[in-house]
C-alpha cells in the first residue's frame, strides 16, 4: 500500500498573511479558504496534489492545553524547490532572514523562520 503526504496544518496569527507570504515565496496558489473548526479560519496553501493549511483560531479563544490548535512539537516545515538561490531572494523580499546555510550530500539547504516563528527549511537537489 503506498502512501504520500497530503498536508500539515500549522497554527498562525494570521493565515491571510502565511498565504500570501508562501505564495509569493514558493509560487504556490490558496486552493481553498473559508471557516474552520471551532469558528476559526484556514487557508489551504500548496499544488495540485500537496498543500499546508495554516489556521487560526477565532479572536479570544480559549484554547487548552491538549487542544491541537496550539503550536505545538512542530520543528519544521520542509519545502523542495528547484532554484533555492530564487527561492532565498523571495525570503528576503518578504522580509524574512534565511539561516543555518548547508550544503551537504545531495544537496543544499537554508532555513528562515515566518512571521510566527514556524521554521522552514528549503532544500535543492538539483546539480
Same mark, same amino acid.
Given at each position: 500500500?503506498?502512501?504520500?503526504?497530503?498536508?500539515?496544518?500549522?497554527?498562525?496569527?494570521?493565515?491571510?498573511?502565511?498565504?500570501?507570504?508562501?505564495?509569493?515565496?514558493?509560487?504556490?496558489?490558496?486552493?481553498?479558504?473559508?471557516? &474552520?473548526?471551532? +469558528? /476559526?479560519?484556514?487557508?489551504?496553501?500548496?499544488?495540485? @496534489?500537496?498543500?499546508? #493549511? =495554516?489556521?487560526?483560531?477565532?479572536?479570544?479563544?480559549?484554547?487548552?492545553?491538549?487542544?491541537? &490548535?496550539?503550536? +505545538? /512539537?512542530?520543528?519544521?516545515?520542509?519545502?523542495?524547490? @528547484?532554484?533555492?538561490? #530564487? =527561492?532565498?531572494?523571495?525570503?528576503?523580499?518578504?522580509?524574512?532572514?534565511?539561516?543555518?546555510?548547508?550544503?551537504?550530500?545531495?544537496?543544499?539547504?537554508?532555513?528562515?523562520?515566518?512571521?510566527?516563528?514556524?521554521?522552514?527549511?528549503?532544500?535543492?537537489?538539483?546539480?
Amino acid at each position: 500500500m503506498g502512501a504520500a503526504l497530503e498536508h500539515v496544518n500549522i497554527t498562525v496569527s494570521d493565515p491571510a498573511r502565511t498565504a500570501a507570504m508562501l505564495c509569493d515565496v514558493f509560487g504556490w496558489t490558496v486552493r481553498w479558504s473559508g471557516p &474552520a473548526k471551532s +469558528g /476559526g479560519r484556514t487557508f489551504h496553501v500548496g499544488d495540485a @496534489d500537496t498543500y499546508l #493549511a =495554516v489556521y487560526t483560531p477565532p479572536p479570544g479563544a480559549q484554547l487548552g492545553a491538549a487542544d491541537s &490548535a496550539l503550536h +505545538g /512539537g512542530l520543528n519544521h516545515v520542509g519545502v523542495l524547490v @528547484d532554484d533555492l538561490d #530564487a =527561492v532565498e531572494m523571495r525570503v528576503r523580499d518578504a522580509g524574512l532572514t534565511p539561516f543555518n546555510h548547508g550544503d551537504y550530500a545531495p544537496g543544499r539547504r537554508f532555513y528562515f523562520l515566518d512571521h510566527d516563528g514556524v521554521e522552514f527549511e528549503v532544500v535543492s537537489y538539483a546539480a
